[in-house]
């Protein structure tokens, strides 16, 4: 079992729709959990963290974790076309261990 | 201010070149980290530095080595590579080891010939 699964996708989803991005990890110590996007060819851009159960909204981006159920989560309301790009989901235990990614497609 | 940078942004080299990747950054974050990332794959941890000490060497092969001269700056020397060493590498770093988010600086696209 990998430590951070995610769907590689590709998710496409029309332009101003809700897309939503899933993480589960394995290690239930994990204390911290990071969504990242990466544009092809460019490095990882932090977008949301989160440390506690429940949701944090930032902007158009919601982060959801459910610490029992070992599953963290993005929302992205009203998507856009730049929001086309690949999102690690990345959790710390002892370390920040990536998932392979999940590529998004918003189409206009 | 969240910004990493480094240079250079392309680099190109031999198998018998000795070169060196600098990383900063000026947020007073006392972590910095290496990271290798390969096409379509997620970063990949290589090394950590806490309060200018190497905390973590993930198994690197010795023809990768880090240095951190000072709080602010991250080096990466490079020798003997060999092609499969191509790649991006980027440099991250964060308040604390480990505990808060990492920024990631845009990296340096690495090609050995």
């Known amino acids: 079992q990998k430590e951070v699964e995610q769907n590689s996708g590709p998710l496409s989803v029309p332009e101003g729709a809700i897309a939503s991005l899933n993480c589960t990890y394995s290690?239930?110590?994990?204390?911290?959990f990071f969504w990242y996007r990466q544009y092809s060819g460019k490095s990882p851009e932090l977008i949301m963290f989160i440390y506690s159960n429940g949701d944090k909204e930032d902007g158009r981006f919601t982060a959801q974790l459910n610490k029992a159920s070992q599953y963290v989560s993005l929302l992205i309301r009203d998507s856009q076309p730049s929001d086309s790009a690949t999102y690690l989901c990345?959790?710390?235990?002892?370390?920040?261990?990536f998932g392979a990614g999940t590529i998004l497609r918003v189409k206009s | 201010d969240t910004e990493v940078t480094q240079t250079p942004k392309h680099l190109v080299m031999g198998m018998t070149n000795k070169k060196s990747l600098k990383c900063e950054q000026h947020m007073g974050h006392r972590a910095m980290y290496w990271y290798k990332q390969k096409a379509k794959k997620p970063p990949e941890l290589m090394f950590v530095?806490?309060?200018?000490?190497?905390?973590i060497n993930e198994s690197v092969p010795s023809r990768f080595s880090p240095e951190c001269p000072n709080s602010s700056l991250l080096n990466l020397h490079l020798h003997a590579l060999q092609p499969e060493d191509s790649a991006l590498y980027l440099c991250?770093?964060?308040?604390?080891?480990?505990?808060?988010?990492?920024?990631f600086g845009p990296g340096t696209r690495l090609t050995v010939t």
């Open positions: 530095y806490s309060y200018e000490k190497l905390s």
């Open positions: 991250a770093s964060s308040l604390i080891f480990m505990r808060d988010e990492q920024y």
């Open positions: 290690d239930r110590g994990s204390q911290s």
């Open positions: 990345a959790v710390t235990a002892n370390k920040l261990v």
